[in-house]
């Protein structure tokens, strides 16, 4: 399964609300469709699973939704801490792979 | 809190075999529900699934890797293991040990810092 992350790119300013999409070349079930957090130089940390569940910890401006191939995450009110790279990741029938990821910049 | 820790050669020559270990605290590796992970980062790129293993050491390799990689498990010392062999500098790359939560949902929970690897002469 391909996952496709659009944009690339995301330039916002901080308070402004940002909206990731993750495509995927087929059917997904959403129960293994999860998103990742990463800031230069660390590891990635997980924030979503089963596509809408938040992961310990992260606040709740942060939501997921969306089911077979198209999948969005959302951060409702952007805080500086939130600039970084965001991943989507499958898995499902023996294969895991990870969207390209979309780079979240401050404008 | 379980923690991992990857531990190894940063340096590796081509054709020879890059060999890691992960070490985890916290938890016991042979806990049921987990997967036991590696995943590695080319510089400035996305992420790639290596493969991974159960503690009964049932193992999952990505098709593209599958003829270099080997993963082992070593429950005794709550270590699991990364060989790659055949290097090149295509295989440069930060390397993560990470544990897979699989069950009604499916997704890495905690992740090592990470591990630089230079293939190079």
């Known amino acids: 399964v391909v996952l496709t992350q659009s944009p690339g790119t995301l330039s916002l300013s901080p308070g402004e609300r940002a909206t990731l999409s993750c495509r995927a070349s087929q059917s997904v079930s959403s129960s293994y469709l999860a998103w990742y957090q990463q800031k230069p130089g660390q590891a990635p940390r997980l924030l979503m699973y089963g596509a809408s569940i938040r992961a310990t910890g992260i606040p709740d401006r942060f939501s997921g939704s969306g089911s077979g191939t198209d999948f969005t995450l959302t951060i409702s009110r952007l805080e500086p801490e939130d600039f970084a790279v965001y991943f989507c990741?499958?898995?499902?029938?023996?294969?895991?792979?990870f969207g390209q990821g979309t780079k979240l910049e401050i404008k | 809190q379980v923690h991992l820790q990857e531990s190894g050669p940063g340096l590796v020559k081509p054709s020879q075999t890059l060999s890691l270990t992960c070490t985890v605290s916290g938890g016991s590796i042979s806990s049921g529900g987990y997967y036991w992970t590696w995943i590695r980062q080319h510089p400035g790129k996305g992420l790639e699934w290596i493969g991974n293993i159960f503690y009964s050491g049932s193992t999952y390799y990505n098709p593209s890797l599958q003829s270099r990689v080997t993963i082992s498990v070593d429950t005794s010392k709550n270590q699991f293991s990364l060989k790659l062999s055949s290097v090149t500098a295509a295989d440069t790359a930060v390397y993560y040990c990470a544990r897979y939560h699989s069950g009604s949902w499916a997704f890495l929970d905690y992740w090592g810092q990470g591990t630089l690897v230079t293939v190079s002469s």
């Open positions: 990741q499958q898995s499902g029938s023996s294969s895991y792979t």
